[in-house]
T-cell receptor, first 114, second 113 residues
Framework: DAMVIQNPRYQVTQFGKPVTLSCSQT?????MYWYQQKSSQAPKLLFH???????NEADTPDNFQSRRPNTSFCFLDIRSPGLGDTAMYLC?????????????FGDGTRLSIL | AQSVTQPDIHITVSEGASLELRCNYS??????LFWYVQSPGQGLQLLLK??????LVQGIKGFEAEFKRSQSSFNLRKPSVHWSDAAEYFC???????????FGGGTRVLVKP
């Protein structure tokens, strides 16, 4: 089945140690999104790529970066994670941002900063 | 700016009983509306969506939702709840000319045997 796959499912890292989360998709969608979801909260959009065009949300900390080397893959890099970055990170895709097609989500990576 | 409110943080319902989850949105024009479900430790799964046309939309797992423009609401319903429906439910809105999906705060549903 076509899908959005996130790796790893669980990641534990130390305070200040860089970490990279991975997302791949077989849907051939143009847009890929990264969300942060803290416990008992709604997902919060960090940034998205429309093709190769990067779109950062105004309140996303500089500590969070992203790369999209090709259509299928997108990475979330946290340069110096703090304790407050402990959260579920969700990747999503959509065909484009201007149609009535929904976003498709992966199962998320649960990140714990110790 | 668009926004979504889900007034109920928690709802407990008995198995076999009906369920209704409330969602109110704020958006200047006709929005694109979605309901997603999230089981513990999982990503979000789309239940249904509304863009135009018939205001009563059917989704997966026996869910339906009704769009009421006059009330700015998009409530989710299920006639008979199963234990597997225990999860968190998110209503979301997207404007017609943008990528950004705005979520409500979510409603956690507990199902009693």
């Amino acid at each position: 089945d076509a899908m959005v796959i996130q790796n790893p499912r669980y990641q534990v890292t130390q305070f200040g140690k860089p970490v990279t989360l991975s997302c791949s998709q077989t849907l051939n969608h143009n847009v890929m999104y990264w969300y942060q979801q803290k416990s008992s909260q709604a997902p919060k959009l960090l940034f998205h790529y429309y093709d190769k065009d990067f779109n950062n949300e105004a309140d996303t900390p500089d500590n969070f970066q992203s790369r999209r080397p090709n259509t299928s893959f997108c990475f979330l890099d946290i340069r110096s994670p703090g304790l407050g970055d402990t959260a579920m990170y969700l990747c999503a895709t959509s065909i484009d941002g201007y149609s009535n097609q929904p976003q498709h989500f992966g199962d998320g990576t649960r990140l714990s900063i110790l | 700016a668009q926004s979504v409110t889900q007034p109920d943080i928690h709802i407990t319902v008995s198995e076999g009983a009906s369920l209704e989850l409330r969602c109110n949105y704020s958006y200047g024009a006709t929005p694109y509306l979605f309901w997603y479900v999230q089981s513990p430790g999982q990503g979000l799964q789309l239940l249904l969506k509304y863009f135009s046309g018939d205001t009563l939309v059917q989704g997966i797992k026996g869910f339906e939702a009704e769009f009421k423009r006059s009330q700015s609401s998009f409530n989710l319903r299920k006639p008979s709840v199963h234990w597997s429906d225990a999860a968190e439910y998110f209503c979301a809105v997207r404007g017609a000319a943008g990528n950004k999906l705005t979520f409500g705060g979510g409603t956690r549903v507990l199902v009693k045997p």
